[in-house]
């Protein structure tokens, strides 16, 4: 019923015939494929798609533009240092670009900062509604996943000093969180990092920041220029829309970053990826279109959910693009994930990262936040 990442395995004669076979390593076979959002139905109907936080504008038409000039020259590798891009993100942001680090999205980054700081003994951090990527980054090392505890779902930075040991090397912290929502704020952010060891890496993965309202900054960033174990990820993917290309940085001191850049896939995108990126970063319209649109209608969203409250419904409080919607009720989240389903809705429910009685639902189109909670309203109200 619900579709995973990996294919399926093939199947095996005999178990004789893998008597003698390669042996996968025991933590990478600990690890629970990740699972992507769904784009089809069961019957294969294609529906609207709520399920992995994309953009419902597309993406910027300077970024398709930039994108189709690239068709005439696919036989070409590009260029391993990126040096256009991280000249066009070096100046957007007022960094430095020899202090950016990139790869295959930030998934790859994230990879990158597990596998450069941490190995077999050591132990990675993360919150216990986490991004289900950290787990896997952790696990593929060897590294040992310590899971800190949320306080309402959302990033609790006490449990997180209180799980750090000797042994820890990485602490994943995703701000706005992702599948919460959650927003940590600039001062627990500065409590968090001066609360660690000065060897432990913390990685701020800022997938959903250009979501923010503008004074909304958790000062990630300036944590970045100015300290030795901060490391801040940022993507392509979300309000860019560009999510197919796998374009994402990271942003750290220059020993973090040289370390990283050796391990890293020598050509992490191709070249129309590179230059719909620097074309996006350059389309402000678009991406404050789509920051006023998510604004707008996740309020809308809240609000809305807030009058079925008897019946158990309850959104956690989203500065991202998207919204948790937790059945506390008699309403089950797999009854309305079913019924967003049927009525052509792809939502993501989570009972494989705890959250069983959960729903996130991306932000979309107008039309269909507003299909999506003429649902949940009929549902409600059977219910009551
Ligand atoms: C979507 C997302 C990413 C970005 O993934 P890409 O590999 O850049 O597409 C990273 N972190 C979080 C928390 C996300 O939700």
Known sequence: MIDSAAPASPATDTAADTADAPVAKPWIMGIAPYVPGRATADDGRRIVKLSSNENPFGTSPAARDAYRSAADHLERYPDAAAA??????????????????????????????????????????????????????????????????????????????????????VVFVANPNNPTGTYTDRGEIARLHAGLPRDVLLVLDQAYTEYLDADDDDGGLDLARTQPNVLVTRTFSKIFGLASERVGWGYGAPALIDAMHRIRAPFAFGIGAGLAAIAALGDDDFVEQSRDHNRKWRDWFAAEIAQLGNAGLRVVPSKANFSLVLFEGEVTAESAYQALMAA?????????????????????????????????????????
């Open 84 to 169: 256009d891009l991280r000249a066009a993100i070096a100046a957007h942001y007022g960094i430095e670009a020899e202090r950016i680090v990139y790869g295959t999205g930030s998934d790859e980054v994230l990879h990158l900062a597990a596998g450069t700081f941490a190995g077999v003994g050591d132990e990675i951090i993360y919150v216990r509604y986490g991004f289900a990527v950290y787990d896997i980054a952790t696990r593929r090392v060897g590294a040992t996943p310590v899971v800190a505890d949320d306080r309402d779902y959302a990033t609790d930075v006490d449990a997180i000093l209180a799980a750090v040991t000797p042994r820890t090397r």
């Open 344 to 384: 052509g809705y792809a939502t993501r429910w989570l009972p494989n990262q705890g959250l069983p009685h959960a729903l996130r639902i991306t932000i979309g189109a107008e039309a269909d936040m507003r299909g999506v909670v003429a649902v949940l309203r009929d549902l409600a109200g059977a219910a009551i």
